[in-house]
């Protein structure tokens, strides 16, 4: 009797245990709208048609797609008060805005909140 327990207690944790090799990750095409809205919000500069040759020989990219989350991301980065707070922290000026249509305003602003950083450093 003891012995039919252990046997059954041996199957049971045996039954338990998963193999790492049986469930592999399922890979699907990159999301290139959320990579170019990600490179922007991290202040990247937008990746060349060429960039793309190099990091993947297996998957086609979706340059127009791409451009097109790149350009979502630079409205949420780009703006006068987000700038201007990159500036108080003393962070740079973010390669992704250097492109946007009122970038010399977007990058006085920046510095504006640049010496504004400064200042409150020295004061404290």
Not at 38 to 54: C, P, T
Not at 62 to 79: F, H, N, P, V
Not at 84 to 110: H, I, M, N
């Amino acid at each position: 009797m003891r012995l039919a327990a252990v046997t059954l207690l041996m199957l049971i944790l045996t039954a338990c245990h998963v193999d790492p090799y049986t469930h592999q990750p399922n890979w699907s095409d990159p999301d290139w709208f959320n990579i170019g809205k990600e490179d922007a919000i991290s202040g990247v500069a937008a990746k060349r048609a060429d960039d793309f040759a190099g990091e993947s020989r297996h998957v086609q990219a979706d340059r127009a797609e791409y451009l097109r989350g790149y350009a979502r991301g630079q409205k949420a980065i780009c703006t006068e008060n987000f700038v201007e707070a990159l500036g108080y922290a003393g962070k740079r000026f973010p390669a992704s805005c250097d492109t946007v249509e009122d970038t010399d305003r977007l990058q006085a602003l920046w510095q504006r909140g640049m010496k504004a950083g400064e200042t409150t450093t020295r004061l404290n």
